[in-house]
């Protein structure tokens, strides 16, 4: 496939060589990708005003900018000395620019100029969906139903990714903090810096020497050894899901019981038939106890330790779509007896053995 870009084999150089313009990127594009001019971001943004910052990663900044028109846009501005970032920014604009679901956020253009490397996005108000879940005030503006609605939502974004684009895309960072929310609280997957594209018959057991992602939510065959496929997506879902139902973070360990982090306390209770403790009391009304107890048996066979126990994305939305559909019942999940580090930003590794598994060093129970 002519069209791909593998940012783990990108330079520095390759900066100064790359003529976006001309790039295959732009062949068939769509009309509303533009290429903006710097002058018109720093307009728009307030010259990269603070108060118009609305995050930092590993790729640089992000800012709200508002167009002549009136139209509100996020800017993703590349640091100045980030080589890292620049692979990630012409792998994300190779690719996101030949996407479109209404669960993956939108690309309005870029702006390659001179030493500026540039995405410009639609803007969503609210924010990411880390900033809802794991704040208890904020927690509580989002009835049982809007739960649900993002739970799905993220999974047919993923499910669009696996099958049915025109290219087979493994995500490689899915969390919270990578799916931002519209003004009905549609949940949109962005930053696809870490993405891989295969081809349709390619999508197993590949492996790289370079493995990405963020600790908390990279499967163990990822981690370990470096294999990546559309269960390495499969498993990070399976950890926002468990995210989103109990609002604690898989890092944060301290907040699990007895057990080290999110997944081994979500198992134990599970074995105890006390899945329940797992929920915040007001996401369980009786009316839906049935169904939160059938999203974290998903979310634990999403977990599972082997790749080939998970399902795919077209088995979960069918498994959360039809509520008599009878589920497998989950195995241990992988990483019960791990501490997982808290950390914020993306990593990349190198491919170890077990025991020095890149997710953190294993801890007993």
């Not at 609605?149 to 990578?178: C, F, T």
């Not at 059938?294 to 634990?300: D, H, S, V």
């Not at 791990?338 to 077990?354: D, I, K, Q, Y």
């Amino acid at each position: 496939m002519s069209l791909i870009f593998d940012a783990t084999n990108a330079t520095q150089g390759s900066r100064r060589d790359w003529n976006l313009k001309g790039d295959r990127v732009w062949q068939g594009k769509n009309s509303e990708f533009s290429l903006f001019d710097f002058h018109q971001l720093v307009e728009a943004t307030n010259s990269f005003s603070e108060e118009n910052k609305l995050g930092q990663g590993g790729f640089g900044a992000v800012y709200k900018g508002k167009l002549p028109e009136g139209l509100e846009i996020a800017v993703k501005r590349l640091s100045s000395h980030s080589g890292q970032g620049f692979m990630e920014f012409k792998n994300e604009v190779q690719l996101i620019a030949k996407l479109q679901h209404t669960n993956l956020v939108r690309l309005l253009g870029c702006c390659p100029q001179e030493e500026e490397n540039i995405l410009v996005y639609e803007y969503l108000p609210n924010r990411s969906l880390d900033f809802f879940i794991f704040d208890e005030n904020k927690r509580s503006l989002m009835d049982w139903s809007k739960h649900v609605a993002i739970i799905e939502g993220v999974a047919h974004g993923l499910l669009y990714l696996h099958k049915h684009s025109r290219l087979l895309v493994i995500h490689r960072d899915l969390k919270p903090s990578n799916i931002l929310l519209d003004y009905e609280m549609n949940p949109k997957i962005s930053d696809f810096g870490l993405a891989k594209i295969l081809s349709s018959n390619d999508n197993e057991g590949n492996t790289t020497r370079r493995v990405v992602g963020t600790c908390g939510y990279m499967s163990p065959e990822y981690a370990s050894k470096g294999i990546f496929s559309t269960k390495s997506d499969v498993f990070s879902f399976g950890v926002v899901i468990l995210e989103i139902l109990s609002g604690k973070q898989n890092s944060s360990y301290e907040h699990c019981g007895g057990f080290i982090n999110l997944l081994g306390y979500a198992w134990q209770l599970w074995e105890e038939g006390k899945w329940a403790d797992l929920v915040d009391a007001p996401l369980l009304p009786g009316s839906h106890s049935a169904k939160v107890m059938r999203c974290i048996n998903i979310a634990l066979l999403c977990v599972q330790e082997n790749a080939t126990d998970r399902p795919t994305m077209g088995d979960i939305v069918s498994m959360l779509s039809n509520e008599t559909m009878i589920l497998a019942e989950p195995k241990q999940p992988a990483y019960i007896n791990v501490r997982v580090g808290n950390e914020e930003a993306s990593t990349a590794l190198e491919p170890c053995n077990n025991k020095d598994m890149p997710m953190s060093a294993k801890v007993p129970r």
